[in-house]
């Protein structure tokens, strides 16, 4: 057991999970238990180079430190609830956490180049919350509500999870020095921002050499507009990439479809998005979802330019994918299109995202939606019955 203190600063003790500490706080641990400074370095090797799944693996560890770290921790992996495979090479995943939620990953493998070939590189959209408490209009994930942050571990371990799946299904072995993901991708179920401590500890773990080392400038955070957070991360020191959700170019707009322009304005989100640049003098990525009849009109290709010139920002657009219970249209590609060039001709540098998955529930949250709909109905099922 470990002390952690609650949100009122009263001391508790409970067992934590091995990958939410970083390795000042295993340095830290293993020296008041008497132990060597290497052995910190060994157990954090098992951790995210071996991504092992129990203590009991780590057999160059000795018997006595095993013992004192399973009496003092966790090491609880995902358990994989279903698999859904694209025709593109996309994999989507659906977790079950210890407490029986489900929370969703997607693997997305690079395009085809030009040339006909596929780079190496895997993107992985990492989830940080089960459901979502912003209630934007659009998204299946906060259909079923807002349940809980995840632990920095549960972000952690989608990474992980998806190195030993790959081994399950005939991969390549277990790289020391990086695996199957080399890019991440903030973008899954749940706010970012609104789980910020666990979310940049994971981060770091992501980050560090004793970690998973994938580079910063390799993990994207995405925001649906939390000021105060973003300014706050500008604070860090690692240049992570920083992407808006933005799908509404004026308040009138996106405060119909996402209601947390309500409490910060567009003013307020572009203020902290120049402090963000200004710290890290990285491009920000702008996402910008088509709706039909919602926001696809002239007058947001003028507002949308203006805020893309003020940033100097990269918009990418994506046509909304349908979600079962949301009745908002997918534009045509006549639509999309001449949002597109309309962008371009303001000089504003504009891409239309190329979709992965559209056969597998493509849209974030709604492999979750269904596959709680399907227990909701059984469980009435056999109640009536």
């Known amino acids: 057991m470990i002390k952690t203190t609650d949100s009122v600063g009263v001391s508790s003790e409970k067992p934590r999970e091995l990958r939410s500490l970083n390795a000042d706080e295993v340095g830290r641990v293993l020296a008041e238990w008497g132990h060597k400074s290497y052995r910190v370095t060994q157990l954090l090797g098992w951790l995210y180079k071996k991504r092992v799944c129990s203590i009991d693996e780590m057999s160059d560890l000795p018997q006595e430190l095993r013992d004192q770290l399973a009496g003092a921790f966790l090491l609880k992996p995902l358990e994989l609830a279903k698999e859904q495979r694209s025709q593109d090479g996309t994999v989507k995943f659906l977790w079950r956490l210890a407490d029986g939620e489900l929370i969703e990953t997607v693997l997305i493998p690079a395009s085809v180049g030009r040339d006909g070939n596929r780079s190496d590189r895997h ?3 990492v989830s940080s919350q089960v459901g979502c408490a912003y209630g934007c209009k659009f998204c299946a994930s906060g259909l079923m509500g807002y349940k809980r ?16 799946w790959q081994l399950t299904k005939g991969g390549e072995p277990v790289k020391p020095q990086g695996g199957l993901v080399n890019n991440i991708v903030m973008m899954g179920m749940g706010e ?10 994971a981060l770091e773990i992501f980050n560090s050499s004793w970690g998973l080392n994938i580079g910063a400038r ?13 300014r706050r991360l500008a604070e860090t020191p690692q240049q992570y990439h920083l992407a808006i959700s933005l799908h509404g170019a004026t308040d009138e707009v996106r405060d119909k479809i996402m209601p947390v322009n309500r409490k910060y304005p567009i003013e307020e989100l572009i203020s902290a998005c120049e402090v963000y640049q200004q710290a890290k ?24 330019s203006g805020l893309a010139k003020r940033l100097q920002c990269k918009v990418n657009l994506i046509p909304y994918n349908p979600v079962d219970g949301i009745e908002l249209k997918r534009p045509s590609a006549g639509t999309v299109g001449q949002f597109r060039d309309a962008l371009h001709h303001n000089g504003v540098r504009v891409t239309v995202r190329t979709e992965k998955g559209t056969d ?9 939606l269904k596959s709680e709909k399907k227990t909701d109905e059984t469980q009435a099922f056999g109640q009536a019955g």
């Open 192 to 201: 970012p921002l609104a789980n910020y401590g666990n979310l940049t500890r």
């Open 149 to 164: 942050n995840l632990d920095a571990y549960e972000i952690v371990d989608q990474v992980l999870a998806v190195e030993r």
């Open 218 to 230: 390799k993990i994207t955070v995405s925001t649906s507009g939390l000021a105060p957070q973003i």
């Open 360 to 368: 597998i529930d493509a849209a974030c949250g709604q492999l979750r």
């Open 123 to 125: 993107t992985l959209c």
């Open 281 to 304: 003098g990285r491009m920000i990525w702008v996402e910008y979802i088509l709706i039909d009849d919602v926001n696809t009109g002239p007058e947001q290709v003028e507002a949308l």
